[in-house]
T-cell receptor, first 111, second 118 residues
Framework: GQQLNQSPQSMFIQEGEDVSMNCTSSSIFNTWLWYKQDPGEGPVLLIALYKAGELTSNGRLTAQFGITRKDSFLNISASIPSDVGIYFC???????????FGGGTRVLVKP | GAVVSQHPSRVICKSGTSVKIECRSL??????MFWYRQFPKQSLMLMATSNEGSKATYEQGVEKDKFLINHASLTLSTLTVTSAHPEDSSFYIC??????????????FGSGTQLSVL
């Protein structure tokens, strides 16, 4: 099935650093969602975006819905150890509510 | 916030047996539930859409006779993996939407079920 192109696939963070990841698509989505998944758990919704150009924050997280409706990014400011996990973007088109997921960004702690 | 409960969290079974996984919406009525499959280090792949009171809609390539879905009430959907084989071993996750008109596109996910078929 169609997937969103999410990058980077993985990244190492050091406590206090800012983290950025993005998703792009060749087609338009009307809703963008960002989830975090910890090992052995289901995804947990972080931020939902409904309007092109929308910029939304949730604590240290900020996400934006691209103006073209074909992309979105997620920023994490001042990262902490518990930010480690896999982050997924997901997009939804107008009807059906079926989510298309990105491939995930695995956030790891620098040794 | 909305809570979706999935049970069991982990199951180990012998090849050829059937396994049932339950997905419950705890504080809302879920008119639509979704079942996903996730292999290690991969993304979630939608298997089927379950609508209360009607037949499930399966994604291309998903065997409906292999993965039986029942959504008999507004708070419960079940996925039965029939005659499970080792290749069916995977992490299965359900999600639920409270909105029949699908305007609220925020989905709430269960905690997943790790199926291991020996």
């Amino acid at each position: 099935g169609q997937q969103l192109n999410q990058s980077p696939q993985s990244m190492f963070i050091q406590e206090g650093e800012d983290v950025s990841m993005n998703c792009t698509s060749s087609s338009i989505f009307n809703t963008w969602l960002w989830y975090k998944q910890d090992p052995g758990e289901g995804p947990v919704l972080l931020i939902a975006l409904y309007k092109a150009g929308e910029l939304t924050s949730n604590g240290r997280l900020t996400a934006q819905f691209g103006i073209t409706r074909k992309d979105s990014f997620l920023n994490i400011s001042a990262s902490i150890p518990s930010d480690v996990g896999i982050y997924f973007c997901a997009g939804s088109k107008a009807a059906g509510n079926k989510l298309t997921f990105g491939g995930g960004t695995r956030v790891l702690v620098k040794p | 916030g909305a809570v979706v409960s999935q049970h069991p969290s982990r199951v180990i079974c012998k090849s050829g047996t059937s396994v049932k996984i339950e997905c419950r919406s705890l504080d809302f009525q879920a008119t639509t539930m979704f079942w996903y499959r996730q292999f290690p280090k991969q993304s979630l792949m939608l298997m089927a859409t379950s609508n209360e009171g009607s037949k499930a809609t399966y994604e291309q390539g998903v065997e409906k006779d292999k993965f039986l879905i029942n959504h008999a009430s507004l708070t419960l959907s079940t996925l039965t993996v029939t005659s499970a084989h080792p290749e069916d071993s995977s992490f299965y996750i359900c999600s639920a939407s409270r909105d029949r008109d699908l305007v609220d596109e925020k989905l709430f996910f269960g905690s997943g079920t790790q199926l291991s078929v020996l």
